[in-house]
């Protein structure tokens, strides 16, 4: 099975934006939904984003609500996840893969999601 690619992570100041990318080749949107993750060095991987499988609901965990937000273009296979008032405590590698739903209780079951990506590193400091 082919991983996923995400791209978009660099360093950037507090306060500041950036928007990454996950690139999901092949992906079929109708039977299926992608969610972002994230971890810091030491950190066990924490859930951040997901969004449904038609688009119209998408679920944030409770730190990066109000600031991140997660879009899709599936004529271009990608899934975005814009980070606006970045925080030193968004550094981390993120990742993307793919379940079958998006709620909390299905974010929370990492070893249920699968084509996990090589992440990409988001440094957020002054």
């Known amino acids: 099975q082919v991983q996923f690619v995400e791209s978009g992570g660099e360093l950037v100041q507090p306060g500041g934006s950036l928007n990454l990318s996950c690139l999901a080749s092949?992906?079929?949107?109708?039977?299926?939904?992608i969610g972002w993750f994230r971890q810091a060095p030491g950190k066990e991987r924490e859930e951040v984003s997901c969004?449904?499988?038609?688009?119209?609901?998408?679920y944030y965990t409770d730190s990066v609500k109000g600031r991140f937000t997660i879009s899709r273009d599936t004529s271009k296979d990608t899934v975005y996840l814009q980070i606006r008032r970045a925080k030193p405590d968004d550094t981390a590698v993120y990742y993307c893969?793919?379940?079958?739903?998006?709620?909390?209780?299905?974010?929370?079951?990492?070893?249920?999601?699968?084509?996990w990506g090589q992440g990409t590193q988001v440094t957020v400091s002054s």
């Open positions: 092949g992906f079929r949107w109708t039977t299926g939904v």
């Open positions: 969004i449904s499988s038609a688009g119209g609901y998408q």
């Open positions: 893969a793919t379940h079958r739903g998006c709620t909390k209780q299905y974010m929370a079951d990492h070893t249920g999601w699968s084509r």
